[in-house]
């Protein structure tokens, strides 16, 4: 975390802006409701196009982005955002990983524009989807696929308040833990990436039963040489490992995939 927070004598400013994404963590910060009412009583909202058309010209207090970079226009643009920005937070999987467009970065994207598109012509992208930070600076990253609307309410007042948000980076296996679960790979079997997943989601897919499917992204302890046995003796072949791996996070469990 860079910089101080905005001096009292005036109010924030907050901004927030969409690369390539569907929306979903924008929504989330919509959700908030009350919070959301509180929150603009504290801060000038001066750039946020989900909610208003309302546009004031930076530079910025706190900018929030989501979505990842996927064209030659968005490489220049998050610049552009960055510069105007005193604190910038990449929210959600697609700012932080690349998402699941990053799926492209294991394929032939010409290939694939071919045989999707009638006009192949008219498609100007990248061969890859990469986050925010692979391109600036970023002084927080908040993972989800959507993110936690707790967290997301943590990280503005951090900001804005000028000290460190209190994100926690541990597994999902602590909140499975907290909530009572019975560990659904113990108990069942289940292939599930809860070990190595960040903590923030309330750990809802195994509390139902089914295995976490990494939508948070890596946790600050990633083991996978340690998980991937796991994965292989209840069931998955190495195609299943990787298929598990590559979904919302792709990229960032590639990563680590490549390191072991």
Excluded: W
Excluded at 12 to 39: I, R
Excluded at 219 to 229: E, F, K, T
Aim: with cysteine; aromatic share 6%.
């Amino acid at each position: 975390m860079t910089g101080s927070a905005p001096s009292a004598a005036r109010v924030p400013t907050l901004a927030v802006f969409k690369l390539a994404s569907c929306d979903g963590c924008q929504l989330t910060l919509l959700d908030c409701e009350d919070e959301l009412l509180t929150l603009a009583g504290k801060v000038e909202i001066a750039h946020f196009l989900e909610a208003s058309s309302r546009v004031r010209p930076g530079p910025y207090d706190l900018t929030l982005v989501e979505g990842s970079v996927t064209t030659a226009a968005d490489a220049q643009r998050i610049q552009e955002i960055r510069a105007q920005s005193r604190f910038l937070v990449t929210i959600g999987a697609c700012a932080t990983a690349g998402g699941v467009q990053a799926l492209r970065n294991f394929a032939d994207v010409e290939e694939l524009t071919r045989t999707v598109y009638a006009r192949p012509d008219y498609i100007d992208t990248l061969a890859t989807s990469t986050p925010v930070a692979a391109h600036v600076d970023v002084d927080f990253e908040l993972r989800g696929c959507p993110i936690d609307r707790r967290q997301l309410l943590e990280v503005v007042t951090a900001f804005l308040t000028g000290r460190k948000p209190d994100v926690p980076n541990h597994s999902v296996c602590f909140e499975c833990k907290r909530r009572g679960t019975v560990c659904v790979t113990v108990a069942h079997g289940t292939p599930c990436l809860g070990p190595v997943t960040h903590a923030g989601c309330g750990a809802i897919c195994p509390a139902y039963g089914r295995g976490c499917y990494g939508c948070f992204g890596p946790s600050g302890s990633v083991n996978l040489p340690a998980l991937i046995p796991l994965l292989r003796r209840d069931g998955m072949d190495d195609r299943d490992t990787r298929r598990f791996l590559r979904t919302f996070n792709a990229a960032a469990f590639a990563g680590i995939e490549e390191e072991t």
